[in-house]
């Protein structure tokens, strides 16, 4: 038995003994959630966020032999207060040395009123899907709802995942594709193009098939601009995901001074976004359109023209991790899935 | 089957699979490492950070409804490398509203080099023990080695952890007591006495007895300071326990500007310790003498009169836990105990 809501959803039954923490693996939390449940979480979270129902998020790099530790925490009042920590691993070299995924780690959520570990998984399915979860939130509000063709740079897991969140809210028909390595994007030409019913076309130069853009999203792990100002039509929607600690970046500075951006948290974007590098150009952060969460609340407007281009700069924040994993947990505890651990005997 | 080191003490067997992540218990991690291996453990971890080889120690606190989450992370060279993560709810009416503890909460543990979870243990033993610990190390090299008499201000759960670290390290005879909660310092007094066969007298008015402690260890709640420069003798040994977030202090900050402050890390002391509130006086960081460390390593002299006051500033650091959390594990594995699970499964 693990510890259990109350039906009226109220924080535990008195007497609720012995204490139980709920364990999730990769596939418990896969087979839970269902991306438009992401979507669904995310864009509550950043509504909550925005209306100053989310306490304020916390974030932690450190250092370790060779990778590093990022650290997201922070709590959100849904059903009940909840409260998640999410400690990932990146590990670059991973995969080739060991045959383990570059970047994993944990998710341990507690009752935000009293500190008990409610639950503890596995952190991979969270950080990807709700990181797609935040480009199909954004571009349904930034993105031209008749956006017909998505440029994505990286075409690894990640760029999947944005990929199928760009269909998942816009009319995409066609997809380049661009990246280094030709066999890796061979085989998202093929998932995908299967996957989806899209046509997916490979890019050496993309300087060409950004004129054609209506969306374009950067997925790298690049830390030199990838993406030049001059080069984006005029209208186009960004989703600038790869950037999440001060030495990542994907865009040209230029781009977003002379653009609307819209970032997913301010302060975090200052530190580890591209907006961090745009700040250090000379950008001031009053020249920000907003956070996510303020055009959601419709504090800010969204897309106002067909010609703007408007960015959003995505670090990845504990909103999208504490709203995925309270959702996780509260379709285990319904479905009775997962295993109790009483951390506490 | 959990995840097991080689032999040769290397990071891990190839082709070892399924993963498994080791569960630890309360109960296995108080049963598993005995105090004066906490002693030990925190010794050698405080003298690794002096040596530059700890990484940087990460801190973190995250407000939530009516308490707030302390994180503390960071890694060591030890047999391996390793990271832990540490999340303690701080929940000051748990007690009182739900008769749970008011500090709880999980210790992870990762292997440094890949990233691996390769345990999640309870964190209340590991908490106060290391606590405990980082006073006895401090007390071996600071107090003056024939401290017969120690004060404690506090005497709940870590003032019974304190006074058992210093007796651990000094030929204590004699306690004062001082509290505000009358039936609780009885208790203390009771169980104190029985335990450690000392002569424990509680105290009201601490001015007077202060002028006849050798040592004294300040473990309370407190927003103010408890203790007055003008009350301690020469030659004493303070252990400042209480302070590890900015709102907390028990120390007049003239007694830090007039005496010698060691501190656990510099860096987290001037943030959340008893220095940031002396340094908030006009305190320059450079009169502190030194961290702990740097003694321990002998960059930094001990106690060199017995007649000086020294200081010790103890936040509490991810050191401390990391080493810990690391010798409860390798307990674990060579005494086969935990519970696997595969939370990449």
């Known amino acids: 038995m693990f510890v259990c809501e109350s039906s009226d959803g109220d924080t535990r039954t ?120 935040a ?28 990929l199928r969140a760009l269909t998942s809210v816009l009319p995409i028909q066609t997809v380049y594709a661009v990246g280094r390595n030709q066999s890796k994007l061979k085989d998202f030409q093929r998932e995908m193009s299967e996957e989806l019913g899209l046509r997916v076309e490979l890019v050496e130069d993309a300087t060409i098939i950004l004129k054609r853009s209506d ?40 781009l977003l001074r002379r653009n609307k951006v819209v970032v997913d948290i301010l302060e975090q974007c200052a530190l580890v976004g591209e907006l961090h590098h745009a700040l250090d150009k000379g950008m001031r952060r009053e020249e920000v359109h907003g956070e996510l969460g303020e055009i959601i609340l419709g504090k800010k407007t969204g897309r106002v023209s067909p010609e703007e281009i408007i960015i959003f700069d995505s670090t990845g924040t504990s909103l999208q991790d504490v709203a995925s994993a309270a959702a996780v947990y509260e379709k285990a505890l319904e479905g009775g899935r997962g295993e109790g651990f009483d951390f506490y005997k």
């Open 135 to 162: 480009t199909a939130v954004a571009a349904k509000y930034l993105a031209r709802p008749d956006s017909k063709t998505a440029t994505i740079f990286g075409c690894g897991v990640q760029g999947r995942i944005q």
């Open 215 to 254: 969306v374009c999203v950067t997925c790298t792990p690049s830390r030199k601009p990838i993406l030049n100002a001059q080069d984006v039509a005029p209208g186009t929607f960004i989703a600038a995901v790869g950037a999440d600690s001060p030495d990542k970046q994907e865009l040209d500075p230029e």
């Open 14 to 133: 008195s007497g609720m003994k012995p204490y139980q923490s709920l364990l999730l693996t990769r596939h418990d939390v896969s087979s839970l959630l269902k991306f438009e449940e992401y979507v669904i979480a995310v864009e509550e979270a950043f509504r909550l966020h925005a209306a100053g129902k989310a306490t304020k998020p916390g974030l932690l790099h450190v250092d370790s032999t060779e990778g590093e530790f990022h650290i997201k925490a922070g709590g959100l009042k849904l059903r009940k207060q909840y409260f998640a920590l999410k400690v990932n691993g990146g590990f670059f070299h991973n995969a080739a040395r060991f045959g383990m995924p570059n970047i994993q780690g944990l998710v341990v959520l507690f009752d935000g009123e009293n500190g008990y570990p409610l639950a503890v998984m596995d952190s991979r399915e969270i950080t990807s899907k709700r990181t797609g979860a």
